[in-house]
């Protein structure tokens, strides 16, 4: 497909309960913890930046307010900075500013899905391809993971999805290729199923947290069938869009950290903070402390 459409916009569905971490997400959106100095949404933000990402979407939910006010300007809390010379930490807040008129959130009254919540974000994807990330998901790598999937779609146009291989045992948790022709890091998609059982799966390739679609999965999302979990499955409706427009699997390279459970969010604490020339020597001291008293 030559000359795909600029990519320019992401959506991020942020308006999920944040349950397993109970009590913090009492008070505070999942998406607000933080790893080392930086919430999980800042991470994905970033990410899409340094893919050419210009216009942002947050699904948010209810109490999930403070995602907006973070990407704000703090004017008393920048104006005691500057008043005490604080550069450093002035430095430390850039990134969280976002152009004026860049981001707009969109409630999702309902959690009937990840299908249901790009529903809710229609009228801001119009008839442009659009980025998918999904906060919990975070990938250490050298280039960002949207932007070798950007990269990829600039080749391919169409679909984009970025996956990775799972134990066959946990297919069902996850959307599972049928694969086409495959070179070792693209491979053609021929079908999605929604969280096969291990016997039924076309393969053990799963869709992590990133995406690239374009708005031809949009009006199957507007009929709003429910799949598995009697939920609007986004798996579901891009399956139908097979054979309509170019699909493909990226194997990215990187390593992917699952942050929405309690293991994958410490193990991220760490590989994060060792990457920081600042913290790793003093994490591995502790980490040595912990590991040799057990």
């Given at each position: ?104 959130a ?79 890091r ?9 969280k ?11 869709i ?17 069938e ?11 409706a ?13 194997r ?11 293991l994958g969010?410490?193990?991220?604490q ?15 001291e ?9």
């Open positions: 497909m030559s000359n795909p459409k600029p990519l320019r916009k992401a959506v991020l569905p942020v308006a999920g309960l944040g349950t397993r971490f109970l009590p913090a997400t009492k008070a505070m959106p999942k998406e607000m913890l933080p790893v080392v100095d930086k919430p999980l949404i800042q991470y994905a933000i970033d990410e899409a930046r340094a893919a050419g990402i210009e216009e942002f979407c947050l699904i948010t939910g209810r109490g999930k307010d403070s995602l907006i006010d973070y990407f704000d300007i703090a004017y008393e809390l920048e104006s005691t900075l500057k008043e005490r010379n604080k550069v450093d930490c002035l430095e430390a807040l850039e990134p969280s500013s976002i152009q004026a008129g860049s981001l707009i969109v409630r999702q009254q309902e959690p009937l899905g990840l299908g249901h919540a790009i529903w809710c974000a229609r009228s801001f994807i119009g008839d442009d391809p659009f980025a998918i990330l999904l906060p919990d998901d975070m990938v250490m790598s050298q280039k960002g993971c949207l932007k070798q999937l950007a990269d990829a779609y600039y080749e391919t146009g169409g679909n984009v999805v970025a996956v990775s291989e799972v134990p066959r045992e946990h297919t069902n948790r996850y959307g599972i290729l049928a694969t086409g022709k495959d070179d070792g693209l491979v053609e998609v021929k079908g999605l199923v929604e096969p059982k291990p016997e039924d799966a076309p393969s053990n390739l799963s992590i947290g990133r995406y690239i679609l374009t708005p031809d999965v949009m009006p199957h999302l507007s009929k709003l429910k799949g598995a979990g009697g939920e609007v499955q986004l798996t579901d891009m399956a139908k869009t097979i054979g309509h427009v170019p699909f493909f699997g990226l990215y390279e990187g390593t992917r950290y699952d942050c929405g459970n309690k969010f410490l193990e991220a760490v590989a994060f903070a060792l990457e920081r020339p600042e913290l790793a020597d003093g994490v591995r502790f980490l040595k402390k912990y590991t040799e008293q057990n």
